[in-house]
């Protein structure tokens, strides 16, 4: 049996009852950190471009946009929501995936659930389905998948959003399976777009796609069977050296879902081991005028991702690791107000981030950024730093999500409104009808445009 069939057959049996606790909890999280930065999101420019175009073209209005008032048809509600989440860059991650799993599964269920009158138990056991599929056609492609320039949550991402909307309309195998096909030969998105609106629209249009293959499978349109593994199918063309043979191991008893990573910091996440170091630099007393010369050795994944040496905007900024250093040494944070047009006009920024150099060296392992800064006074500093070691501590990691939330979730929302999200998230599983939950999510009276 191929990865395509043993997935779906996966997805069209899992039910909230064969969730274990852990990952109810991570299921949880991942929903809180992702209605936080769709919120602050809401209010960036792509999105209102988009809402321009979906309101002037009209359609039934069946499922809302977070943290704005006005209300669109499914497949719009996905691809505005999917796109207003990943546009700050501060959604979470899985290296499995090799990008960002709830930015395009969740919009696409969130959508239909609200329409559906779904309850909190059936779109947690819908978002498990498709957060667990992106993560293994993920690890079915290899990491050459984004070296040829494909952009991993957009191409991959069309499986989860199916996936999870397969599982929340309750269609069998069969229909699981076309619902694949049906989201494979949609799939896009490349990664000479960072920087620029089209990176969040990517999350957005794989959601929007996902969405539509659910429901064409849900009324027998036919598609290939095999997509992720045929002659023609996805993975000889997307990536010719992928593991054509993958069939995952131990699906339903160990969840993908326990390896996600959340962001502390408003950027890439390629960027975030350099950043630790730069606070922890600055937490030791380091100057900007005591810096003589960076040299950044990221992990070599993402090295082209974060390569951009002087960023022209603040979307590129988000992609630059001398940039993104030098935001964090002279800040002291790196959140989403950091990262504003008017921190590439600071001449200390700039300053520090002329400094920084960069190599790619295969041997720097995931997740990790080895920097040397040499002082004015002759010192060598030697740091690394691994993003693996964040959050170890659970009651940590809960505090931090939940700082993160109210940080974004209140730019839009009031306190109240805000408080009330939060728990109504956090007690997700009591959910009758999911629409509940989201309008605690939406603003009142006039667009937001």
Same mark, same amino acid.
């Given at each position: 049996?191929?990865?395509?069939?043993?997935?779906?057959?996966?997805?069209?049996?899992?039910?909230?009852?064969?969730?274990?606790?852990?990952?109810?909890?991570?299921?949880?999280?991942?929903?809180?950190?992702?209605?936080?930065?769709?919120?602050?999101?809401?209010?960036?420019?792509?999105?209102?471009?988009?809402?321009?175009?979906?309101?002037?073209?009209?359609?039934?209005?069946?499922?809302?946009?977070?943290?704005?008032?006005?209300?669109?048809?499914?497949?719009?509600?996905?691809?505005?929501?999917?796109?207003?989440?990943?546009?700050?860059?501060?959604?979470?991650?899985?290296?499995?995936?090799?990008?960002?799993?709830?930015?395009?599964?969740?919009?696409?269920?969130?959508?239909?659930?609200?329409?559906?009158?779904?309850?909190?138990?059936?779109?947690?056991?819908?978002?498990?389905?498709?957060?667990?599929?992106?993560?293994?056609?993920?690890?079915?492609?290899?990491?050459?998948?984004?070296?040829?320039?494909?952009?991993?949550? +957009? $191409?991959?991402?069309? @499986? /989860?959003? #199916?996936?999870?909307? *397969?599982?929340? &309309?309750?269609?069998?195998?069969? +229909? $699981?399976?076309?619902? @694949? /096909?049906? #989201?494979?030969?949609? *799939?896009?998105? &490349?990664?000479?777009?960072?920087?620029?609106?089209?990176?969040?629209?990517?999350?957005?249009?794989?959601?929007?796609?996902? &969405?539509?293959?659910?429901?064409?499978?849900?009324?027998?349109?036919?598609?290939?069977?095999?997509?992720?593994?045929?002659?023609?199918?996805?993975?000889?063309?997307?990536?010719?050296?992928?593991?054509?043979?993958?069939?995952?191991?131990?699906?339903?008893?160990?969840?993908?879902?326990?390896?996600?990573?959340?962001?502390?910091?408003?950027?890439?996440?390629?960027?975030?081991?350099?950043?630790?170091?730069?606070?922890?630099?600055?937490?030791?007393?380091?100057?900007?005028?005591?810096?003589?010369?960076?040299?950044?050795?990221?992990?070599?994944?993402?090295?082209?991702?974060?390569?951009?040496?002087?960023?022209?905007?603040?979307?590129?900024?988000?992609?630059?690791?001398?940039?993104?250093?030098?935001?964090?040494?002279?800040?002291?944070?790196?959140?989403?107000?950091?990262?504003?047009?008017?921190?590439?006009?600071?001449?200390?920024?700039?300053?520090?981030?002329?400094?920084?150099?960069?190599?790619?060296?295969?041997?720097?392992?995931?997740?990790?950024?080895?920097?040397?800064?040499?002082?004015?006074?002759?010192?060598?500093?030697?740091?690394?730093?691994?993003?693996?070691?964040?959050?170890?501590?659970?009651?940590?990691?809960?505090?931090?999500?939940?700082?993160?939330?109210?940080?974004?979730?209140?730019?839009?929302?009031?306190?109240?409104?805000?408080?009330?999200?939060?728990?109504?998230?956090?007690?997700?599983?009591?959910?009758?009808?999911?629409?509940?939950?989201?309008?605690?999510?939406?603003?009142?009276?006039?667009?937001?445009?």
């Amino acid at each position: 049996m191929g990865l395509t069939r043993k997935l779906a057959e996966f997805v069209s049996s899992l039910r909230y009852e064969d969730l274990p606790p852990e990952v109810i909890s991570e299921v949880k999280f991942c929903v809180l950190d992702w209605f936080g930065v769709a919120l602050s999101g809401s209010k960036e420019p792509l999105v209102d471009i988009l809402l321009q175009v979906l309101m002037a073209e009209g359609g039934n209005t069946l499922a809302s946009i977070v943290g704005r008032s006005e209300k669109v048809s499914l497949q719009q509600a996905a691809l505005v929501n999917g796109s207003a989440s990943h546009a700050l860059d501060f959604d979470d991650v899985n290296t499995n995936m090799m990008g960002h799993p709830t930015v395009v599964v969740l919009p696409a269920p969130l959508a239909l659930g609200e329409w559906k009158g779904c309850s909190g138990k059936d779109f947690m056991a819908a978002f498990v389905a498709g957060f667990e599929t992106v993560c293994h056609v993920g690890l079915s492609q290899t990491r050459k998948h984004g070296a040829r320039g494909w952009h991993p949550t +957009a $191409t991959i991402g069309h @499986f /989860g959003a #199916a996936a999870a909307c *397969a599982n929340l &309309l309750h269609l069998d195998s069969d +229909a $699981t399976t076309a619902s @694949f /096909g049906i #989201a494979g030969t949609q *799939a896009a998105g &490349l990664r000479t777009s960072f920087g620029t609106m089209c990176k969040p629209l990517h999350a957005g249009k794989a959601s929007m796609n996902g &969405l539509l293959a659910a429901q064409l499978a849900e009324k027998g349109f036919t598609a290939s069977q095999a997509i992720l593994e045929e002659e023609e199918g996805f993975t000889h063309t997307f990536t010719p050296d992928g593991n054509v043979a993958y069939v995952p191991e131990g699906l339903g008893k160990r969840y993908e879902i326990l390896d996600v990573k959340f962001k502390r910091y408003a950027s890439c996440f390629g960027t975030h081991p350099s950043i630790d170091v730069a606070l922890a630099l600055r937490e030791e007393g380091l100057k900007p005028d005591d810096i003589e010369s960076v040299h950044a050795i990221p992990f070599p994944g993402l090295y082209d991702a974060i390569s951009i040496m002087k960023p022209s905007t603040s979307l590129e900024g988000k992609f630059s690791l001398p940039y993104t250093f030098a935001v964090a040494f002279v800040a002291g944070k790196a959140g989403e107000d950091e990262f504003g047009e008017e921190s590439l006009k600071n001449p200390e920024i700039i300053k520090i981030r002329d400094k920084v150099t960069m190599e790619k060296d295969e041997k720097i392992p995931v997740n990790t950024s080895h920097v040397v800064v040499k002082t004015r006074d002759g010192r060598t500093i030697e740091r690394r730093a691994d993003v693996n070691q964040v959050f170890k501590d659970s009651k940590k990691k809960e505090e931090s999500l939940r700082n993160k939330f109210f940080g974004c979730a209140t730019k839009v929302l009031t306190d109240g409104q805000s408080e009330d999200l939060y728990s109504s998230i956090m007690e997700l599983e009591t959910i009758e009808n999911l629409g509940s939950m989201i309008n605690l999510s939406v603003t009142r009276g006039a667009s937001n445009g």
